[in-house]
T-cell receptor, first 113, second 113 residues
Framework: GAGVSQSPSNKVTEKGKDVELRCDPISGHTALYWYRQRLGQGLEFLIYFQGNSAPDKSGLPSDRFSAERTGESVSTLTIQRTQQEDSAVYLC???????????FGQGTRLTVV | AQSVTQPDIHITVSEGASLELRCNYSYGATPYLFWYVQSPGQGLQLLLKYFSGDTLVQGIKGFEAEFKRSQSSFNLRKPSVHWSDAAEYFCAVDDNYGQNFVFGPGTRLSVLP
């Protein structure tokens, strides 16, 4: 596609349920990032994938959060047993290689009620 | 690990006035530096980037930024602000050594008519 695509754009879920967020990066982009942005806050790094290397998971806030990416394709971010503090916009970005411009998706707005 | 600070949480300027948004980073070597803008309800868009060479870089929408190694700064400037510039501005750093792409907390710009 022309840009980074994220789905769903909005998700409302009940506390305790699991959710899965999807990111389609720009074709050919080897690097993929997930960020979390709480209301009125900056971007909080979650996880980084670079090609087939082991991902950098240093930003994941708890073991309820996990992410997968197969090769240079789609990535999914999974949040298990969601809590109200998980409510935020989850942003995905991809770049052709490290240190080139990162293109962002529109984000998934997650609301945990 | 590197960090990015943006000392101003919120700045208000009048339309037509000049603008400078501050960004400081903490990192031993010269990182790759970026400014992104997030307009209300929009995704993040790259304004400009610095990798090496001329320390004054030009970006889109009439923005420029100057890298000052001695001050560890990468301030964003615009000589004449337009009402459409009202948005959240994020400075970001990539250290090119496998660490993640770090964003500052953001500066919210309001523009008075």
């Amino acid at each position: 596609g022309a840009g980074v695509s994220q789905s769903p754009s909005n998700k409302v879920t009940e506390k305790g349920k699991d959710v899965e967020l999807r990111c389609d990066p720009i074709s050919g982009h080897t690097a993929l990032y997930w960020y979390r942005q709480r209301l009125g806050q900056g971007l909080e790094f979650l996880i980084y994938f670079q090609g087939n290397s082991a991902p950098d998971k240093s930003g994941l806030p708890s073991d309820r959060f996990s992410a997968e990416r197969t090769g240079e394709s789609v990535s999914t971010l999974t949040i298990q047993r969601t809590q109200q503090e998980d409510s935020a916009v989850y942003l995905c970005a991809s770049s052709q290689t490290r240190n080139t411009e990162a293109f962002f998706g529109q984000g998934t707005r997650l609301t945990v009620v | 690990a590197q960090s990015v600070t943006q000392p101003d949480i919120h700045i208000t300027v009048s339309e037509g006035a000049s603008l400078e948004l501050r960004c400081n980073y903490s990192y031993g070597a010269t990182p790759y530096l970026f400014w992104y803008v997030q307009s209300p309800g929009q995704g993040l868009q790259l304004l400009l980037k610095y990798f090496s060479g001329d320390t004054l870089v030009q970006g889109i929408k009439g923005f420029e930024a100057e890298f000052k190694r001695s001050q560890s700064s990468f301030n964003l400037r615009k000589p004449s602000v337009h009402w459409s510039d009202a948005a959240e501005y994020f400075c970001a750093v990539d250290d090119n050594y496998g660490q993640n792409f770090v964003f500052g907390p953001g500066t919210r710009l309001s523009v008075l008519p």
